[in-house]
């Protein structure tokens, strides 16, 4: 067995990892990241890489009036019973001081969106300032490492090509036949791409999650911190009652990584440890399925080494994962893909029913508020699923799930099932097993006051956040029109997650808590491997990376200060 020795050693490549990394390397640790995959990156180079950093200096030029009490209030509002305070005001204080440090001292770089806060009508909500985005990075720059970036989830990109979050670009994509100006944008971007793939075999210029993970190992690497892949996390060293080190499996065999300092947990949290999720999520408890397009390597490693020391690891959110409505892509040859439904429900003409043909909530809500009324809705059921439903206008004009606008053909998704056709509501019902009377009578009622852009049910398209993904050049509401001729369309969505919100019991500065609330020593636990400071609830884009990158940030400034005086 091989042994190295650290300062500090983080498990996980994600963005709460590379940044605690990336600030303990710059405050003088000599630091190591071992990554269980091939390929560094974790979920967040997967995701849409939005962070919600309220104050942030993007933000306040968009939103000045925007303050510490406002964040506060809403913080308080969204996380209800489980509010903590000193928390809360560590994040706030330091959300910003994290932004800057990076683009000022790294290659890490940020552009603001125009995201409204998910909740914005509650009290201290925003409707601008506080979600920002990783930017477009062209990653040739990772020379030798380019190949070892994770790529990004399959279903949401187009023949590889990706998108910014901030849906401005998509906006070109979906106007293509309609405007000469998104016309050109388009065949520019395809041309580019295309060229990319022939010389790269992949996408170069990536953006959202990709390029935060890129943006972050650049940093890393610049700095020296080697990212050691296809190195699995086995087992925490103790000596005494003090963390000191990690066994690993890799490749070359069996090594131990020695830390002076602590060990920081960042391999993702739980959304494929089976047995935890069986406990933890209600759906699956019942027996419903659950699809979750994190990656396959998220089994629970950090909590499973925490709780054999000691540590808490409660299952004490009504919501113990960021709920995502998802379908299941048959890609052929045995392939499977996850799709998460990101934009096409906040589209005019396109509703969500469960199998008793009944709509159930406002379609254009976040896909959290969407998936937490789903679980509910089909508690008495015997499966957790909704199925959109549209018809041959809207199809041609947003697609549906993997089923891209037209003029992309829509025959392959006839053929494996995955999209549904009916000629008339009933047709479809039957074909989908829906409550034929139902759906016809839910579609009638609908179309009532979606004829004049009204939601009667809902109130769909009432806040910004619902007309921000929708279509605004549809009106008077983006978000709502009638379905009215056929041919008429269905895909069956089920439940899925973007990572867990539970996790281990951590002190605000990160140290694993026994169940006596002491810490133990040299084990720390960030990103999803730590309980999400939103208490199971989902806020706003980017609730995720935003605060587990500043815990990250205030975690290894409190171990490179715990020991600057032992250093000196």
Same mark, same amino acid.
């Given at each position: ?70 964040v ?17 005001d560590?994040?706030?204080?330091n ?18 969106t125009?995201y ?22 062209? !990653?040739? $720059?990772?020379? @030798? &490492?380019m190949? =070892?970036?994770?790529?990004? *989830? ?31 944008y ?25 390029a ?25 060293v ?28 960042a ?9 935890? !999720?069986? $406990?933890?999520y @209600? &759906?699956?408890? =019942?027996?419903?399925?659950? *699809? ?30 960021a ?37 159930f ?12 009324a ?38 392959r ?10 000629q008339?509501l009933s ?24 004829v004049?852009?009204?939601?009667q ?56 808590l ?42 290894a ?12």
């Amino acid at each position: 067995m091989t042994t190295q020795n650290f300062d500090l050693i983080v498990v996980g490549s994600g963005a709460a990892g590379l940044t605690c990394a990336i600030t303990a390397k710059k405050r003088g640790l000599d630091v190591v990241v071992l990554e269980k995959e091939s390929v560094f990156g974790g979920t967040t180079a997967l995701s849409g890489g939005v962070l919600w950093v309220p104050l942030n200096g993007h933000g306040q030029k968009q939103n000045a009036q925007d303050n510490a009490d406002a964040v506060r209030t809403y913080m308080m509002h969204e996380t209800g019973r489980f509010f903590d305070k000193e928390a809360v005001d560590a994040f706030i204080a330091n959300g910003p001081k994290m932004v800057d440090f990076l683009e000022r001292e790294t290659a890490m770089q940020f552009v603001p969106t125009l995201y409204p806060d998910y909740h914005p009508d509650v009290e201290g909500g925003a409707d601008i300032g506080r979600s920002i985005l990783a930017k477009p990075y062209d !990653i040739r $720059q990772l020379g @030798p &490492h380019m190949a =070892r970036l994770k790529p990004p *989830l399959k279903t949401i990109t187009f023949i590889g090509m990706m998108f910014n979050s901030s849906n401005a670009d998509l906006k070109h994509f979906f106007r293509a036949t309609k405007s000469l100006a998104s016309a050109f944008y388009v065949a520019k971007r395809l041309v580019s791409h295309l060229k990319e793939l022939a010389l790269y075999r992949r996408a170069v210029h990536v953006t959202s999650g990709n390029a935060l993970a890129a943006r972050l190992a650049q940093s890393a690497f610049d700095l020296g911190i080697p990212i050691l892949t296809s190195t699995a996390a086995r087992e925490l060293v103790l000596e005494g009652d003090q963390v000191v080190g990690m066994l690993t499996d890799a490749e070359a065999g069996p090594q131990r990584f020695n830390a002076r300092y602590g060990v920081i947990l960042a391999c993702g949290g739980f959304p494929h440890d089976v047995k935890r !999720i069986a $406990q933890a999520y @209600p &759906h699956v408890k =019942r027996g419903h399925e659950h *699809l979750s397009p994190t990656p396959l390597s998220n089994t629970g490693d950090g909590l499973n080494m925490a709780e054999a020391l000691g540590g808490v690891v409660d299952i004490r959110f009504q919501d113990s994962a960021a709920w995502m409505p998802v379908t299941k892509v048959d890609y052929g040859n045995g392939e499977v893909g996850v799709f998460p439904h990101l934009l096409d429900r906040y589209k005019p003409g396109i509703i969500g029913v469960l199998k008793n043909g009944k709509r159930f909530t406002n379609e254009s809500n976040s896909y959290h508020d969407v998936g937490l009324a789903m679980v509910q809705a089909c508690k008495d059921m015997d499966e957790t699923a909704m199925w959109l439903i549209c018809d041959k206008k809207a199809l041609a004009q947003y697609g549906l799930g993997f089923v891209k606008p037209a003029p992309m053909p829509i025959g392959r998704f006839l053929r494996n099932g995955y999209l549904i056709e009916g000629q008339s509501l009933s047709d479809l019902a039957q074909k989908a097993g829906i409550d034929s009377v139902q759906l016809e009578q839910t579609v009638r009622d609908y179309n009532v006051g979606a004829v004049r852009g009204e939601d009667q049910e809902f109130g769909r398209g009432r806040t910004s956040f619902n007309r921000y993904l929708a279509d605004p050049d549809h009106h008077p509401n983006p978000c709502v029109a009638p379905l009215q001729k056929g041919p008429f369309y269905a895909i069956k969505v089920i439940m899925g997650d973007l990572g867990t919100f539970d996790g281990i019991k951590t002190s605000v500065v990160g140290e694993v808590l026994r169940h006596d609330g002491r810490p133990i020593e040299g084990l720390y636990a960030v990103g999803n491997d730590r309980a999400s400071i939103m208490g199971g609830n989902y806020p706003a884009a980017g609730i995720t990376h935003g605060p587990n990158m500043v815990f990250a940030f205030v975690t290894a400034n409190h171990i490179s200060d715990k020991t600057s005086q032992v250093r000196a």
